[in-house]
């Protein structure tokens, strides 16, 4: 039975905020993030995984979430259908697995998170080289990208990890 | 004791993977050969463009009110600088007239129509860049409907950034030059030396390290040097002649010592992008 759930609004709102801001993000700081070290923001997947840790309540399909955000993602941003659309759900399952085993607090949540942004990188990379549509050693990727990707992802985590928190538990 | 995953899961998953890996050959090799992605795919991209506006513009226009902060404080140097440079202005342009009108005449008694210099700007604002550490792109706010077609040129606001990869109504993605991979359209350029001495290549690489594009392949008996410029040559019927790419930053032979390689430093504006325009070569 549904009811009027106004966690779910917020959530699918700030699904498609998010999903913008990673693009405006990367734009406006391109000088700062697109360096010598690659730091891609992935404010969509913060707010995903957010979901996931903190909505417990009312069931929500974050999967599905997931992989219509990975499908617009592909759609808008890279162009290449199918990447993101089954990284994304795969990266909030395994999620969901670690956060069940886990006991639940901010260093096991930050290692979780930072452990799936690691995962999606690799992942995505993986497809796009396999399929020859990006041509950069995969020993550059690991350096300049995927590690300082995972640090300043973590430290968004670390910043949103309150307020998001109880933003969620108020509206619940 | 209850199984992990059971097999219907696997099957499942394994289903998908494969169907994923089929969708996305399918958009690679739509994306290498056909000039337009499929209408599903176009009009799903046009409605995702419109509402990306509701943070994409509030943005741009933040960002654009810091830039005119920063303008103001400048103002002053400036304008001093500028004031040296308006006493030649108007003698260069009456020159630029001249010299046009002439070239004119000159083609007309030649019978050439366009020659490969002439080309239509479109001008479009960028709205979003990828956020992927391989795929250097981003998204333009003009598409099919404003003339923009794939493989066309993009240029900055110092020279050649990018080329079209995808063209949608309203929007369109642009590739950055740094990305070079095999099936992408790559750019004629020509180096031009003090002599006035040319040499024609194609950038087939970029070293990620230095932030420089490569020329590979180079058989010839002309000396080019440092701080040569490098400008597109107009050769190979898409990217317009005269377009500047950058500066020649090291000279050095391929891996065998037979071919010359040149490093080429592009202007520093590759990264800082605001209001980009897409070149439709006239033919």
Redo the contacts between chains.
């Keep these: 039975m549904r009811e009027h759930q106004p966690i779910r609004y917020v959530f699918i709102i700030g699904l ?2 998010s999903l ?9 700081f ?2 700062l993030l ?3 070290y ?1 730091l ?3 404010i969509t997947f913060a707010w995903l995984f957010f979901g996931m840790y903190f909505i417990n309540r009312t069931n929500e399909h974050v999967e599905i979430w997931a992989a219509i955000a990975g499908l ?1 993602f592909d ?9 993101y ?2 990284v994304f759900p795969i990266a909030i399952i395994i999620g969901r697995k670690l956060y069940r085993f886990l006991p639940m607090n901010i260093v096991t949540g930050l290692f979780s998170f930072a452990f799936n942004i690691a995962l999606i ?1 690799v992942f ?2 993986g ?2 080289r396999l ?6 050693a995969a020993g ?2 690991l350096i ?3 590690i300082p ?1 995972v640090l300043f992802n973590s430290v968004l985590f670390l910043i949103l990890y309150v307020p998001i928190g109880v933003l969620f538990d108020r509206i619940e | 004791m209850r199984k992990f995953f059971s097999n219907r899961k696997w099957l499942t998953a394994i289903l998908i993977f494969i169907i994923c890996l089929g969708f996305i050959s399918v958009s690679v090799s739509t994306r290498n050969n056909k000039s337009m992605p499929p209408f599903i795919q176009r009009f799903g991209n046009d409605v995702v463009g419109i509402a990306s506006w509701t943070v994409a513009v509030p943005a741009n226009s933040v960002r654009h009110a810091g830039e005119t902060v920063n303008n103001l404080i400048n103002t002053y140097k400036e304008n001093q600088k500028l004031k040296a440079q308006v006493e030649t202005i108007t003698a260069t342009k009456v020159r630029d007239q001249a010299i046009q009108s002439e070239n004119d005449q000159l083609k007309r008694e030649l019978k050439i129509k366009s020659g490969l210099a002439d080309y239509n700007p479109i001008v479009a604002e960028a709205l979003v860049r990828t956020p992927s550490a391989w795929n250097d792109q981003f998204v333009i706010n003009k598409g099919s409907s404003a003339g923009v077609k794939k493989n066309m040129s993009v240029l900055g606001a110092k020279g050649l950034i990018g080329r079209v990869i995808e063209v949608n109504n309203s929007n369109s993605k642009v590739e950055l030059i740094s990305n070079t991979v095999d099936t992408d359209n790559k750019f004629p350029v020509e180096a031009t030396n003090s002599k006035g001495e040319t040499v024609n290549g194609i950038i087939n690489g970029y070293d990620r390290k230095t932030g420089q594009l490569i020329v590979g392949h180079l058989n010839t008996k002309i000396k080019i040097k440092v701080n040569d410029k490098v400008s597109t040559n107009g050769l190979g019927g898409i990217t317009p002649k005269g377009i500047y790419v950058g500066k020649v930053a090291k000279v050095t032979t391929d891996d065998y010592g037979t071919a010359t390689k040149l490093y080429i430093q592009t202007p520093a504006s590759m990264n800082d992008l605001e209001v980009v325009t897409v070149v439709d070569k006239t033919s």
Excluded: C, E, R
């Design positions: 498609f905020i913008f801001l990673d693009g405006s993000i990367s734009l406006i391109s000088h697109y360096g010598k690659i891609v923001p992935s617009l759609l808008f941003y890279t162009g290449i259908l199918g990447v659309v089954i990188n995505a990379y497809l796009n399929m020859n549509a990006t041509n950069m550059y990727f300049h990208a995927v990707t």
